[in-house]
């Protein structure tokens, strides 16, 4: 990565071992699967330190750091398991939409909030009839004198059970195309009118479906202007699968590294699994996709030093490093048995939380636009295919 990323690497390092404690980290795995990652109170703490924006632009409070050193801190807090879900939607993906689309309130008032770990946000995107296709949204907004007045639903919003504020798509003008009408607010989750009903999914987290009846948002939370929401989605989530790729693949190395680790000293019928000419084939194998989607967030690293927001490269990234876990989750299960099928819990499993790398590698090909619209992206942004 280059001795500047690394040195930062090392101050990352210094900082976890002398706050994300032994203790602190026995502590949070004391507590349910699905409430792990979201500590507001260690959110705070990185906020006071100022290791949340390290990446953003000195002028609205961040460090400046380049995207090779975003992402050494996003694989030491990866490897480290710190927590960072409460702050991870503001910092990198409402920010940036604010730096771009806020005003000059805006970005006084909710960056100083985000970069203290004080505002915690969820994406309300998808709909019943509108996921991939998100510009078929219907959930609507009207105005009323200083108000807009929002009524609808949204499903499958990640935190949407914690998060105190709410980055909510609406559609502000039903007569307009699809793309056109769109816009998008800032809403207090504790509003009333808004009822938030949290459900399991497949990898151990919940998430949450909202309904909005009559609730009233200041119209001061509009980020951008009226019916140009579509500008400012796109641009947020861009930068959501840039960050999806990087977090990922500091929990795919992380995996691998401890099946890898478990593999030196295992033995099956009294022989050594290291020795085994099938298991080395794929883990070689894996290894080499691992190199390659690191190779992927690099470019898309460079990218962004260079000021270009990277659509299709972000999208093959994501693509590749989703695929990736599942293959990693798949080999895992099948080198280790039966016992792979143990979660974290069981004292016999052989490498604990294998399972989950497979389970949640399924949010991963959905997440952030579904692996089947990405290629699409490649195709007509990256190849000039025709639709």
Not at 13 to 38: I, S, V
Not at 183 to 209: C, E, H, N, Q
Not at 256 to 271: H, I, M, P, V, W
């Amino acid at each position: 990565m280059g001795p500047a990323a690394n040195a930062f690497r090392q101050e990352v390092r210094d900082w976890l071992a002398k706050h994300w404690t032994p203790e602190k980290q026995a502590a949070h795995r004391r507590k349910p699967f699905k409430e792990r990652g979201w500590d507001v109170e260690f959110s705070k703490l990185m906020g006071r330190d100022g290791w949340i924006g390290v990446g953003w632009p000195k002028e609205f409070g961040g460090q400046g750091r380049s995207a090779t050193e975003q992402i050494a801190f996003i694989t030491e807090m990866a490897n480290s398991g710190a927590p960072s879900q409460a702050h991870g939607t503001a910092e990198s993906i409402v920010a940036q939409a604010l730096f771009a689309h806020g005003t000059k309130a805006q970005q006084d008032e909710w960056l100083s909030a985000i970069r203290r770990g004080e505002r915690t946000f969820a994406l309300g995107y998808s709909e019943p009839e509108a996921g991939s296709d998100l510009a078929a949204l219907r959930t609507r907004a009207t105005r009323d004198g200083d108000d807009w007045i929002v009524n609808g639903q949204k499903l499958w919003s990640t935190g949407g059970d914690k998060a105190e504020y709410m980055w909510l798509a609406v559609r502000t003008d039903p007569d307009a195309k699809k793309h056109a009408g769109i816009s998008v607010l800032m809403v207090d989750l504790r509003s009333p009118g808004i009822t938030i009903r949290p459900s399991l999914a497949l990898y151990g987290k919940t998430f949450s479906a909202q309904f909005y009846d009559n609730v009233r948002v200041p119209a001061k939370n509009m980020v951008g202007a009226v019916n140009n929401g579509w500008k400012v989605i796109t641009d947020a989530l861009a930068a959501e699968r840039v960050m999806i790729g990087g977090t990922r693949m500091a929990r795919i190395e992380s995996a691998f590294d401890r099946l890898t680790e478990y593999l030196k000293t295992a033995e099956a019928g009294g022989k050594a699994l290291r020795n085994d000419p099938v298991i080395r084939d794929r883990i070689g194998a894996l290894a080499a996709d691992i190199e390659v989607a690191r190779q992927f967030q690099m470019r898309n690293s460079r990218l962004v030093e260079q000021g270009k927001v990277p659509i299709h490269e972000g999208a093959m990234a994501k693509v590749f490093a989703s695929e990736l876990q599942e293959r990693l989750g798949q080999a895992a299960l099948d080198i280790l048995g039966t016992g792979g099928l143990l979660s974290e819990e069981a004292d016999s499993a052989p490498v604990g939380e294998m399972e989950q790398v497979l389970r949640h590698a399924i949010m991963g090909m959905i997440g952030g636009g579904t692996n089947e619209i990405q290629r699409n992206v490649i195709a007509q942004r990256g190849l000039d295919l025709p639709r």
